[in-house]
């Protein structure tokens, strides 16, 4: 069982002179709910090396026990040190594909066609792709073989406008998850903010927040089963 995580390699926060990158917990929560399941975990990112982590996330306050497994993991340390680029692979070679979230993702991997390519791949051989939190976000041009949106007609979701605001960031990032899912054609469902939720539809996962980081892994581990 061979599953690919792509992590953003972009580190800006918009305009506002703060550092992104990916959220710990979401990176962390899913590779040890797949690597526990016996799983062979690649790291990748666009620009391949270090993936730059979201410092809110590696906050005292932010850790989990998965965050804080990884912190005394120097394996998993050493493969995050050294991510895959993304141009270097192929839906062939995996089971699965999945992305943690973090803001990072709306900027790089959602205009990337090398990550749209790899997801239409993966489900056209049919093999599930799982998202979550914003990384639903990196849907935004994939693309059905009609050429349609890719989430057009599918159940999914992704942070939601209210948990945006909350963090007070809908003014910064380049889009909203929950409006562009909605705008092509998604059929977008939710949990209560911060509170796990999470969509399957055909082949595809999606997690609505930090919170859903696990059920998002198990439900494509369940997939690969």
Known sequence: ?????????????????????FWLEEFASPYYVFRDAGAQVTLAS?????????????????????????????????????????????????????YPGGHGPLWDLAESRE?????????????????????????R??????????????????FANT??????LSEVVPFLVEDMLKGHGGLYTRGPDWASHVAVSGRLVTGQNPASSDASAEAVLKQLR
Request: aromatic share 4%; net charge negative.
């Open 1 to 21: 069982m061979k599953i690919l995580m792509v992590l953003t390699s972009h580190d800006q926060l918009g305009n506002t002179g703060l550092k992104t990158g």
């Open 46 to 98: 666009p620009l391949g090396g270090h993936p730059p982590i979201d410092p809110k996330s590696d906050a005292p306050e932010a850790q989990t026990p998965a965050t804080e497994r990884f912190r005394g993991d120097a394996a998993a340390q050493d493969a995050l040190a050294s991510t895959l680029p993304l141009h270097s692979l192929q839906a062939s070679d995996f089971d699965a594909l999945f």
């Open 115 to 139: 990550s749209a390519a790899l997801i239409e791949a993966f489900l056209a051989q049919d093999k599930p792709v799982g998202a979550v939190c914003h990384a639903p976000g990196v849907l």
């Open 141 to 158: 041009h994939a693309r059905k073989p009609d050429g349609t949106p890719l989430v057009q007609g599918l159940e999914v979701t992704g």
């Open 163 to 168: 948990e945006e605001d909350a963090v007070q």
